[in-house]
Nanobody, 121 residues
């Protein structure tokens, strides 16, 4: 069983940066594709970014391109720059035993508890 724990959320002003991390309890991400999702109040959970199992291929939602970067070392990270108030949401890390990260949240087997990101204007 893979347990995921996110960290790094918080309150930041517009234009600022945050780095989210996702740790896998007792495991490494070497056997999993990973995705980051977010859910704003009253909205559906949406795909933000994904990283292939190899760690060599990245995927981004249009709104994330050029501002967010997904990466992996011993944990999985989402670097978020030039943050906007509309980026305010709970951010979730998810994983599945596959080569590539799907954009559909229902394809994922493992989820973290989420971390709140609030961007003030």
């Amino acid at each position: 069983q893979l347990q995921l724990v996110e960290s790094g959320g918080g309150l930041v002003q517009a234009g600022g940066s945050l780095r989210l991390s996702c740790a896998a309890s007792g495991r490494t991400f070497n056997n999993y594709a990973v995705g980051w999702f977010r859910q704003a109040p009253g909205k559906d959970r949406e795909f933000v970014a994904g990283l292939s199992r190899s760690g060599g291929i990245t995927y981004y939602a249009e709104f994330a391109k050029g501002r967010f970067t997904i990466s992996r070392d011993n944990a999985n990270h989402l670097q978020m720059n030039s943050l906007k108030p509309e980026d305010t949401a709970v951010y979730y890390c998810a994983a599945l035993s596959a080569q590539f990260p799907p954009r559909r949240l229902y394809d994922y087997d493992y989820w973290g508890q989420g971390t709140q990101v609030t961007v003030s204007s």
